[in-house]
């Protein structure tokens, strides 16, 4: 549809208005616009949605061509959108909580000097977010993605008075930066493998040209993974996210929850066919999943802060989705980004009810006892929870199942086992957060206490939303019922030529009986709530139990405490290192050995000439002394011949 | 004379010395009335250079606008302008960049205003000779022309602590590569003279000259010196960040923006065209001396503690690039070359612009006396911004396009190449926007800063199209890129006949040479 | 009859003259007048020559050495006078202003 330009094209006039008027604006009027333009651009994704679902599943596929972006002899990469059914989910998602949290930041950010700053950015971030899901083809998809690096780098500094918010916006940007040299390396050996850059004609081409476990799809697939690994916050690049909690809530929320950090599981099942065709990757891809989120559920177990938990738990978050992938199970990825990003939008819209409650306080040690004041908070809270940990019916539930079963069938019983654990972790640290913040007695700075209010409407609507969201979410793809997988079904033109490849020859479609289906599904929701019970026996029944365990194991608790010391080990290995490299470099090649030859080339040249000067006596006689002398010389020369 | 009834190319070379002609008769009390006649000079060139533009054909390979004059003919010299392809941009940026320069000295300059702008005004007839030139002796005479002018905007408008070093630096520099290059230019006068009984310093007629290798590779060094030393390339870049640390603003703009790019220029108009195999020979050496460039330039930015220096290494990071693409011998490589010495100029000039302005207002460049400046004058901090991910290779902005091209071609040569270059990517996002942290982020110290003055709208006009050319060129690079096509591919075409003739592939082969050279002596 | 030689003796005898008084004398218009020595040192062995091989050009030649000559001394006494005027005096070991 010629028309999808319109989607991306909204936040974008959104972010002009604002940008350049929107001191001169009221708050109103810079609220109306900025939600506005995303209304717009949700209403226009609605209706191509309908227009979609009107043609029959091999028919959903339109690629509108805007004008040639750039072409250099036989180069040539146009201005493309490619709208299929999983462009369709992600933009839906993009749109659809971009907006709830639009209107959310409207009531969040009232007080806020620069209103019509965050409300541009957030409206350019929502443009860059739809051009990367809409791409036609990798480097207009590189163009969104360094737009949303770009918009993330701006709103973590939005603060930008604050030293930590600046140093987090810039330590995002660069290791995003180094994601993307991978990206960049995938995007050359694509073109002069392909000839193209374009996705379907990347696909078609690979499929013909191509056996499984080539070498250059390989290499293409981990230099892609490589860029992922840097936007999606994976081991081991995902230093950047929790730092990025420095920014406002709503853009935690928004962009390093909901919609950009999944930007790399987006690109993993866009390019699904060329990672089916490198096993190798698709290896990577799980096991590198499955690490980070094992990995960065432990550190959530510790943190303090309310939004670095849920900042690691959406980096473990992240993990299960690339696990689900690594697996093949394309569409069970899709499905947790897709729940996740309801889940985890409410989980930090949550957390920034509370922190706006207490007026700034994210310290859950310096919280408790909320539920009564903040009713609305802890419900919608409490149901995300639920979600993420998985417990059914919410969301959260069937799509980290699917994930879990898919793993365990496809063969891989290590990871699964992993992910096991990594989910009862998840249930852990995610109940601990809502008993020490909702629970107990209350730890509040009495100073505070009393102005402790409920969010308003602006606030609590989105969060009763995407609360329902949280719960109906996971809907639309119930396993073991007959059409339950409507999801799956629509989504199923995207992966075909993706899961066909991988069930040939090996025994990976066999599908497991509904009874052992069931088996597993019965003890996800055991071992969550096996995680949910540890958490109300430490943090409700027993409050003391937490510390004596932390001094029981407390190597490993400052280990986890202090996130493995990964931070300072870069600080240290790379930044430190980097830095002191370039001082002995400044000094030693640029001052000591170039400029010491150029400056001596000088130095010598007036030298000698404060010597020669000498010659010149001033006598004229001398000069014509050494005239006569010469001619002599001259003479004598010219006889000797 | 393609479409125009008068010698375009000459009018707008020779306007500004018109323009500094008239100048000496205006009032040296009424510095107002210098300043708009020099505007409206280089208002007339960017005129010229429009029309230019505009009528220029790109579907044609050749020279286009072509003016030819005996000049000297006993010694075969002649007057012999014309643009194609590849001087084509640059001698637009040029003439875009004239009347931002004038605009942006309003203020700056209150001493001698009137020889400051005589020198603006000689150097932009130097320049656009430089890229217009087709005869050698007349090259060399706008080369040597603009150098002159330069010196002195450094050494009398210059900074007063180490204005004389600078300048004196700079001129040295300059001259001992240029040497080289009066003696490569003589050398190929005389091998025609002798080879075909031709006297002639017409590149046309060097074109059609057939040189042995011998001879090219060392034409090749005495050329490349001279250009090396302008790009400048590692190591020869020690005298740019002096100069541009030392130069005042306009002076600053005008060096990074097209001084730099007279010696890129040079190599692919000359080095490239008339010494083939020498090109190839040297392609290993030039692109590890590009890449030492880029990364060696972004190390160097780490450490600078002052932001003109800062972004002078940057420009030899940036021109690293501009070398790399030139010797991949990839029309992508080539391509991404020309657009991205636009795109250096365009950002690089708009961070120096905006770098002078904040030293308008603080008479100082050190980073460590700035921070937070977001708070007091947002409109500065905006483009600041934008010149800064513009240079950093933001998508959607010039220098991506530029860095892209460059990077493609190249990983098609030699995938290293390309690793090690876009290595060159991320360290330009960390100083670049460790930069701008510690300048524009963070709470303001000082009352100076507390009280800057944002952007007066004369600044604002003449940043916004600077800021709209790199959003241009960034969102629809192909007009750009197809204006400059063929005659790019015309070079390219001259390479990769003698790179398939003499199958001599692109790696340091001291057996070819060898062999190449006993074969020239026979 | 003299011979050849004997004008050449003597010529040479002249410009060594000359040289030397260049070279040792202090003052201007000794030097001046040293230096016509050594013209007319050579006008003589131009007048030599000519008779000997019977042709004229030396002879017109000596014209062209004695015009220079008289223009040379109009514009070397000149110089002596503005440097006497300037310095009060015109011995050249004085006058060294030009020295490295």
Known sequence: MDSAWLIPAFPFAGFVLNGLWGRRLSRKQVGMVACGAMALAFATALGLFWLLLRHSPDQRVWEPVYYTWMAVGDFSVNASFLLDPLTMVMVLVVTGVGFLIHIYSTGYMHDDPGYARYFAYLNLFACAMLILVLAGNLLVLFVGWEGVGLCSYLLIGFWYEKQSASDAGKKAFIVNRIGDFGFLLAIFLTFWTFGTLDFREIFHAALLRFQPGDGVVTAITLLLFVGAVGKSAQLPLYVWLPDAMEGPTPVSALIHAATMVTAGVYMVARCSVLYALAPLSMGVVAAVGCATAVFAATIGLVQNDIKRVLAYSTVSQLGYMFLGCGVGAYVAGIFHLMTHAFFKALLFLGAGSVIHALGGEQDIRRMGGLRRQLPVTFWTFLAASLAISGIVPFAGFFSKDEILFETLVTGHGVLYVLALGGAALTAFYMFRLVFRTFLGESHVDPESAHHVHEAPLSMAVPLMVLAVLSLVGGWVQVPMLENGKRLGRFLAPVFEDAEGLLTEGTAHGSHASLWTEGVFMALSVVVALAGIGLAYRWYVADPTRPERVAARFSRAYRWLLNKYYVDELYQAVVVELLKRLAETVHEWVDRAAIDAVVDGAGAFFRHAGTHLRRIQTGLVQHYALSILAGACLLILAALAV | ?522 | MVPLHGYLVVSALLFVIGVTGVLVRRNAIVILMCIELMLNAANLSFVAFSRELQNLSGQIFVFFVMVVAAAEVTVGLAIIVTLYRNWKTIHVDEIRMLKG
Request: include cysteine; glycine fraction near 8%.
């Open chain 2, 1 to 522: 004379m393609d479409n125009v009834f008068f010698p375009i190319l000459t009018a707008m070379v020779f306007t500004p010395l018109l323009g500094a002609a008239i100048l000496v008769f205006v009032d040296r009390e009424n510095p107002t009335l210098q300043r708009w006649v020099t505007l409206l000079a280089m208002a007339a060139v960017f005129v010229f250079a429009l029309i230019v533009y505009g009528g220029f054909d790109p579907t044609r390979t050749g020279m286009q606008y072509e003016e030819w004059a005996p000049w000297v003919p006993a010694l075969g010299i002649s007057y012999h302008l014309g643009v194609d392809g590849i001087s084509l941009l640059l001698v637009a940026l040029t003439a875009f960049l004239g009347p931002i320069c004038v605009l942006a000295c309003w203020r700056d300059i209150q001493e001698h205003v009137k020889e400051f702008l005589v020198c603006l005004l000689l150097l932009q007839t130097g320049m656009l000779g430089v890229f217009l030139a087709l005869d050698l002796v007349l090259f060399y005479l706008f080369w040597e022309v603009m150098l002159i002018p330069m010196a002195l905007l450094i050494l009398v408008w210059g900074h007063p602590a180490r204005r004389v070093y600078a300048a004196v630096k700079f001129f040295l520099y300059t001259m001992a590569g240029s040497v080289f290059m009066l003696v490569g230019i003589l050398v190929l006068y005389f091998y025609q003279a002798k080879t075909t009984g031709t006297y002639s310093f017409d590149l046309m007629d060097f074109m059609a000259l057939r040189l042995p290798f011998r001879l090219q590779l060392w034409l090749f060094a005495a050329f490349g010196i001279a250009f090396a030393i302008k790009v400048p390339m590692f190591p020869f870049h020690t005298w740019l960040p002096d100069a541009h640390t030392e130069a005042p603003t306009v002076g600053s703009v005008v060096l990074a923006a097209v001084l730099l790019k007279m010696g890129t220029y040079g190599f692919l108009r000359f080095n490239l065209s008339l010494f083939p195999e020498a090109s190839i020979f040297f392609a290993p050496l030039m692109v590890v001396l590009a890449l030492a460039g880029i990364v060696y330039g972004a190390f160097m930015c780490l450490v600078q503690k002052d932001l003109k220096r800062l972004i002078a290494y940057s420009s030899v990071s940036h021109l690293g690039f501009v070398m790399l693409g030139l010797f991949t011998f990839t029309l992508q490589g080539l391509q991404g070359s020309l657009i991205q010495m636009i795109n250096h100029g365009l950002s690089t000039g708009a961070l120096f612009l905006l770098v002078g302005m904040i030293y308008e207002r603080r008479h100082t460049r050190m980073i460590a006396d700035f921070g937070g400046l977001s708070t007091p004058v947002p409109r500065l901090a905006v483009f600041f911004m934008i010149a800064t991910l513009a240079s950093i290779g933001l998508p959607g902005l010039n220098g991506f396009v530029g860095e892209f091209l460059i990077l493609l071609g190249t990983f098609k040569v030699k995938p290293l190449w390309a690793a090690v270059g876009a290595t060159g990517v991320i360290l330009a996002a960390w100083y670049m926007l460790w930069m701008v942290q510690r300048v524009f982020f963070g709470q303001v110290q000082s009352d100076e800063n507390r009280l800057m003055a944002d952007l007066v709208p004369r600044e604002v006009a003449l940043l916004v199209p600077v800021v709209a050319c790199m959003v241009w060129i960034g969102v629809a690079p192909t007009p750009f890129l197809k204006k400059s096509e063929p005659a790019v591919g015309r070079v390219l075409a001259r390479v990769q006949r003698v790179q398939h003739t003499a199958h001599l592939n692109s790696t340091w082969n001291p057996e070819c040479l060898v062999s190449w050279y006993l074969a020239d002596r026979k």
